[in-house]
T-cell receptor, first 113, second 113 residues
Framework: EAQVTQNPRYLITVTGKKLTVTCSQNMNHEYMSWYRQDPGLGLRQIYYSMNVEVTDKGDVPEGYKVSRKEKRNFPLILESPSPNQTSLYFC????????????FGSGTRLTVV | GESVGLHLPTLSVQEGDNSIINCAYSNSASDYFIWYKQESGKGPQFIIDIRSNMDKRQGQRVTVLLNKTVKHLSLQIAATQPGDSAVYFCAETPFSGTYKYIFGTGTRLKVLA
């Protein structure tokens, strides 16, 4: 089944403790992106990657890092999480080119206390 | 399930009736538009898309209408079913040249039995 897989689904952590949210897709998509979703703010882009070893900042990149060493994986790293990073996170992927339709993962609910 | 928005506009529709969900987009340069459906606890799922050279596009039970003059997009769902209950987002982007999407904050559709 074509899908984007995120792990974990739920995570509660403490301020300052480094964490990684994994994202993997099995559709050979070139483009991958991370979003956070907060009430009243919609989906906001954190980082995106147009292909292996090519990443760039989205609208809200502060406090996050990403890497794209393999085409299928695009982990999101929070080096020192803070409570304002408590949110619902989505990874998405699409083919490159025109008419890009995202396939989203199921989401990761992160709580930083 | 996951809460994607505590104060989203809500549309309540009787089962079997038609639903119309509206979206005002912001960027005159946007020429590709997508509707996504997000069910509780899941990631957004592609429903239908339309390019700016079209005014209307139909899918299975869904129709998207685009009015470029007033920068307005609508999603029509025929014979609304309980499984249509979800949050619906519109997204806009230039068709080529960028992978930047702008997502709306969404409308919650409630289907009444």
């Amino acid at each position: 089944e074509a899908q984007v897989t995120q792990n974990p689904r739920y995570l509660i952590t403490v301020t300052g403790k480094k964490l990684t949210v994994t994202c993997s897709q099995n559709m050979n998509h070139e483009y991958m992106s991370w979003y956070r979703q907060d009430p009243g703010l919609g989906l906001r882009q954190i980082y995106y990657s147009m292909n292996v070893e090519v990443t760039d900042k989205g609208d809200v990149p502060e406090g996050y890092k990403v890497s794209r060493k393999e085409k299928r994986n695009f982990p999101l790293i929070l080096e020192s999480p803070s409570p304002n990073q408590t949110s619902l996170y989505f990874c998405a992927s699409s083919l490159a080119g025109q008419g890009r339709r995202y396939t989203f993962g199921s989401g990761t609910r992160l709580t930083v206390v | 399930g996951e809460s994607v928005g505590l104060h989203l506009p809500t549309l309540s529709v009787q089962e079997g009736d038609n639903s119309i969900i509206n979206c005002a987009y912001s960027n005159s340069a946007s020429d590709y538009f997508i509707w996504y459906k997000q069910e509780s606890g899941k990631g957004p799922q592609f429903i239908i898309d339309i390019r700016s050279n079209m005014d209307k596009r139909q899918g299975q039970r869904v129709t998207v209408l685009l009015n470029k003059t007033v920068k307005h997009l609508s999603l029509q769902i025929a014979a609304t079913q309980p499984g249509d209950s979800a949050v619906y987002f519109c997204a806009e982007t230039p068709f080529s040249g960028t992978y930047k999407y702008i997502f709306g904050t969404g409308t919650r559709l409630k289907v009444l039995a």
